[in-house]
T-cell receptor
């Protein structure tokens, strides 16, 4: 499968715990995006990378959230001290460069109990 | 402030019908308008996209109509099939690319056999 890969697919965690998600973009895609989707809503932009550089962060990305793309390939999204409001689908997407289509992964469903 | 307004919220048609989903945007800097299809538990999949230099684009059974002066665009699905039952999202972005997509709230389409 050469699409965007996300791991894990599902994560249940207790409030206050830290979680980390991984995204592997399509090979040779140098742009990588993170979105969050809550039930019944469209995805909302969180942040994006051009290679290893994080170019923009949404106001939705509080201090408890951090994203990295250390070698310009895979990316991680960490949420510290999770809250129930963090429960959502976290989607990763990638594109070859600017002005090209973004392809989404299957997402990681986070449930904070 | 919702930058992309999508309607209707849900839509039911019979097999062979032509569902139409509408979106309106506010930001005149938007210059890339994709449509995504999402099945339950899956990530959004790009269906078709249009840029404002054309008024219509057709790919298979899917057609986008674009009205730049009205700041509106719509998706038509010809000869709809039960397998088209999914949630459809319109989106918009600036700079002709796919970074920082702004999504509508989605339309849940049901195609009855």
């Amino acid at each position: 499968d050469t699409g965007v890969s996300q791991d894990p697919r599902h994560k249940i965690t207790k409030r206050g715990q830290n979680v980390t998600f991984r995204c592997d973009p399509i090979s040779e895609h140098n742009r990588l995006y993170w979105y969050r989707q809550t039930l019944g809503q469209g995805p909302e932009f969180l942040t994006y990378f051009q290679n290893e550089a994080q170019l923009e962060k949404s106001r939705l990305l509080s201090d408890r959230f951090s994203a990295e793309r250390p070698k310009g390939s895979f990316s991680t999204l960490e949420i510290q001290r999770t809250e129930q409001g963090d429960s959502a689908m976290y989607l990763c997407a990638s594109s070859f460069q600017e002005n090209t289509e973004a392809f989404f992964g299957q997402g990681t469903r986070l449930t904070v109990v | 402030q919702q930058q992309v307004k999508q309607s209707p919220q849900s839509l039911i048609v019979q097999k062979g019908g032509i569902p139409i989903i509408n979106c309106a945007y506010e930001n005149t800097a938007f210059d890339y308008f994709p449509w995504y299809q999402q099945f339950p538990g899956k990530g959004p999949a790009l269906l078709i996209a249009i840029r404002p230099d054309v008024s219509e684009k057709k790919e298979g059974r899917f057609t986008i109509s674009f009205n730049k002066s009205a700041k509106q665009f719509s998706l038509h699905i010809m000869d709809s099939q039960p397998g088209d039952s999914a949630t459809y999202f319109c989106a918009a972005a600036t700079q002709g690319g796919s970074e920082k997509l702004v999504f509508g709230k989605g339309t849940k389409l049901t195609v009855n056999p």
